[in-house]
């Protein structure tokens, strides 16, 4: 016993350390005026070796604060075609370590998903899915999820999909573009929490964004025929778009996502804020609808090639 206590006693110490010490793997935060969200961000990946904020010329304190909070800050300028923030980052950034975790301004990761981080990347895959709770309005949302994104990777073998990258009006960072991975991923249990700290007309303003993609992305989808048998593919991002295609096709969609949100997600036990966030949900997809049509209306077709 005597000679089996101070073994015991040194492995607990060697994991404590293990816990506590720098990850190998390098954080890329693309951000644009997220002074209310940037040092929560920064914090919670403080375990991390190293992390590099791209930003876009922001008129606020990104920059600064994210100096301050040590990351490694870059400027990057979109000139309306070729690679956007994500994928031109992952192309050019001298990265210190093979796993990259992309993480948005706004999202944090807790300490429970930091430590499956940590053993992930040891691991059989290349790449890691992880699901995204939405914190609105101060309330976690239940109809929110599930909703995976794969955001741990081998940053080599990974790379945004080309789908209406260059469409016009939608930003210099991809959004709703996914992960292709060239390996094999697998799934970490622990959740990623997205919560926006600036005031609601920040939503509102992506939202209008990504409802350009959303409608370039839409008129491209139905010039294409819907090859349902690939939804039997095991490429996650594969399947997405076949739903996707089928999707876009069905009547009524606003009131589908609302009901989508509310109903099927169970939205209303998530109170006022679940209700606030389906009625959103629903005026997003009734502006996707809108902008489509006058797309599919113009005299000539803009539509931008990937």
């Known amino acids: ?28 935060i693309p951000a644009k005026n997220e002074e209310a969200n940037i040092v929560q961000a920064l914090k ?4 991390a070796d190293e992390v590099w904020v791209v930003d876009s010329g922001s008129s606020d304190r990104t920059e600064e604060l994210a100096r301050e909070y040590g990351a490694r800050v870059i400027q990057f300028q979109y000139v ?8 031109w980052s992952l192309e050019n950034l001298p990265f210190n370590n093979d796993w990259v975790l992309i993480l948005d301004a706004d999202e944090r990761i807790p300490a429970a998903l930091a430590d499956e981080v940590r053993v992930a990347i040891g691991g059989e895959f290349d790449g890691y899915y992880i699901n995204r709770e939405c914190v609105f309005l101060g309330r976690a949302l239940r109809c929110f999820g599930p909703n995976w994104n794969l955001r741990l990777f081998r940053h080599r073998l990974g790379r945004y999909e080309l789908l209406a990258t260059n469409a016009p009006n939608t930003g210099d960072n991809e959004v ?13 249990r622990g959740r990623l929490v997205n919560e926006d700290r600036r005031p609601l007309h920040a939503w509102v303003e ?4 990504y409802s350009d993609w959303e409608a370039e992305v839409y008129q491209r989808f139905l010039n294409e025929p819907l090859n349902i ?7 996650r991002v594969w399947r997405r778009r076949i739903l ?7 009547p009524f969609r606003p009131l589908a996502r609302f009901t989508l949100f509310y109903l099927y997600r169970r939205g209303f036990l998530d109170g006022w804020q679940g209700f606030a966030y389906a009625i959103l949900m629903g005026y997003y997809e009734f502006l996707i609808g809108l902008k489509l049509r006058e797309r599919r209306s113009a005299p000539t077709n803009g539509s931008s090639s990937a």
């Not at 919670?44 to 375990?47: E, G, I, L, N, R």
């Not at 048998?229 to 490429?235: F, G, P, V």
């Open 80 to 87: 309306g075609s070729g690679p956007k923030k994500k994928n």
């Open 206 to 209: 992506n939202h209008n964004r």
């Open 1 to 28: 016993m005597l000679t089996r206590r101070p073994q015991t006693i040194n492995r607990e110490a060697d994991e404590k350390s293990l816990l506590h010490s720098r990850c190998p793997v390098s954080v890329l």
């Open 244 to 250: 996707k295609r089928i999707w876009l096709r069905l």
């Open 229 to 235: 048998r690939e939804i039997l593919t095991s490429e």
């Open 176 to 188: 709703h573009e996914h992960i292709v991975l060239r390996g094999r991923a697998g799934y970490l």
């Open 44 to 47: 919670s990946v403080a375990w």
